[in-house]
Every structure is written in structure tokens, then in C-alpha cells.
């Protein structure tokens, strides 16, 4: 899929048997509106500068970097430069990678209790592994190299990461929002729905849930919906179908939220997700 108007750029394949999805991509000015992922993302920088926040910081990566994001983790990103930026990266879904973890003895990973020690880093190790991984998912070199190439990059990603101390009590109320919030995906729910279901203050909610997820209630709900629907579409679930189930007013509503978040349109997905080559005239 490619813009021939400003140079931007994305490929994307799915690997049925694990479930791993890999993007290469290149972009100029904005590429992506904040969102996340329910699968961790690990990539690396090939060419130009790339910014993104996360984790209420903003990151610099450059070529050779490596980008390592949590599942759940709210992440934007954009080039600075006029030349853009190129990079490739892997979604590692979260049942898959838990059952790699556990193999090893290292329990699950969920979005709040375990994180990487670094969003940013250096390691020309992992770097090499992640774009050995990245290629054997790509082409066809067959499971085993594919299965040995994982391996080592879930080697190598253990450690770096870290659990997180457990939820503090003053977490339990903004827990039981996020609870209320997948609860009601699909249903119109106001703010003072959400207080009452809950048992808080709704003028105090928003900024207790925002301090707690580092977004409002509703950019969560508009999160949550989007990743329920990417993974439908994955499945093979119609756009139109997509959207009604998880709460979009249509599919063109679907549509303008996930080309913001994901830069490609939801069919435009499905069809790369098939490994059907696909263009499209604008990423925009």
C-alpha cells in the first residue's frame, strides 16, 4: 500500500499458525494518532528519525534502535524530518507469547504487570534477532527456521523486561472503570453512566482514570473497540460486521478511527492479513 503524493508507504503479513503480524513501513509528518495494542510490539529503526510518545515521554529513535512497547501501552508517532522514516516491526500476541514465557518459567505478561526496563535502546544483539525473526515470518524459509529465529528473540527479550509492583489500592476503583468500560464496548454509555455503575465522583474520574491509563475514558472505549475490531477483521469478519459488534456507529465510523490509529483502511488490512497484495491510492 503506498501514497505516491508524499512517499509514505506500508506492507503488512500475518502469520496464521502463531499469529505474529509484521509491518514495514515508511512515513513522512504524521503516521499515527495515539493507540495501542493488546500484542507486544518489537521493532527497529532503518532509516530517518522517528517520534513517538509513550509512556508520557517522548522518544527519539534513529536508525539501529530498537523500539520495544507493551501490550496496552498508548503510543503515537511522526517524523520530524522531511525525508521521513523507515522501520519494521513485529506484533507478538500476548496468548502466543505467554505460552513462550511460561516454557521458560517466566510466568505471563499482561499490560500492568510487566514492562520493559527501556522503551529506547541500543543492543545490537537483539537488533540483528529481531530482523532475523522479522524476515523468517516474512518469506518462506519454512517453520523451523521460523520457530528458531522466535526462540532466540524470546531469549533475548526476557531480559528486558521487569514486573511492576502489583495495582495499589487506589488503583481497585480505576480498575473497576476499565472492568465497566469492556463491559459496555458495545453500548453508547455516558459519563455519569460509567460513575454510577462504579461508585465515583465523575468530575474526579476522568483525571484519577487518565493518571491511572494515561488516557481519558473514552479514548480507552475508542482503543478497545479498535483492537476488538482489527482482531474480527483479522479473523475474517466483514468491515460492516466488524463495526456493529463492537460499538462503531458504521463501518465508515470504524473507518476514519482506524486509519487514524493504524494508517490503513480496515479492508485494506483484512486483505494483508491474507497475504493478498493490496494498493491502495492513499494511506490518508
Not at 455503575?197 to 491511572?212: E, I, M, N, P, S
Request: glycine share 8%; proline share 4%.
Amino acid at each position: 500500500m503506498s501514497n505516491s503524493l508524499t512517499g509514505d508507504w506500508l506492507t503488512l503479513r500475518r502469520d496464521n499458525e502463531t499469529g505474529i503480524e509484521s509491518v514495514h513501513a515508511h512515513f513522512c509528518g504524521h503516521a499515527y494518532d495515539p493507540h495501542d495494542h493488546d500484542e507486544m510490539l518489537v521493532g527497529v529503526t532503518h532509516m530517518g528519525v522517528q517520534r513517538f510518545n509513550c509512556h508520557r515521554r517522548l522518544h527519539t529513535s534513529t536508525p539501529g534502535q530498537i523500539m520495544l512497547i507493551e501490550p496496552g501501552a498508548v503510543h503515537d508517532g511522526h517524523a520530524p524530518n522531511p525525508e521521513g522514516f523507515t522501520y519494521s516491526m513485529l506484533y507478538l500476541p500476548q496468548s502466543w507469547l505467554n505460552t513462550q514465557l511460561q516454557r521458560r518459567g517466566l510466568g505471563e505478561i499482561s499490560a500492568l504487570e510487566a514492562a520493559f526496563r527501556s522503551t529506547l535502546m541500543q543492543d545490537d544483539r537483539l537488533n540483528l534477532t529481531i530482523q532475523q525473526a522479522f524476515s523468517t515470518i516474512r518469506g518462506a524459509e519454512g517453520r523451523l527456521a521460523r520457530d528458531q529465529n522466535l526462540d532466540r528473540l524470546v531469549d533475548l527479550l526476557s531480559r528486558h523486561l521487569h514486573g511492576r509492583p502489583s495495582a495499589a489500592q487506589d488503583l481497585c476503583g480505576m480498575l473497576r472503570v476499565r472492568d465497566f468500560l469492556h463491559e459496555s464496548m458495545t453500548s453508547d454509555i455516558g459519563l455519569d453512566d460509567v460513575a454510577l455503575a462504579v461508585g465515583l465522583d465523575r468530575f474526579r474520574l476522568t483525571r484519577q482514570f487518565k493518571q491511572a491509563f494515561g488516557q481519558s475514558p473514552h479514548a480507552y472505549l475508542v482503543r478497545l473497540r479498535l483492537k476488538t475490531a482489527r482482531a474480527l477483521l483479522a479473523q475474517g469478519c466483514h468491515p460492516a460486521q466488524a463495526a456493529a459488534q463492537v460499538g462503531f456507529a458504521d463501518q465508515s465510523h470504524l473507518g476514519r478511527w482506524f486509519r487514524r490509529a493504524y494508517r490503513i483502511t480496515p479492508a485494506a488490512y483484512q486483505q494483508q492479513c491474507t497475504n493478498v497484495l493490496y494498493r491502495q491510492s492513499s494511506l490518508r
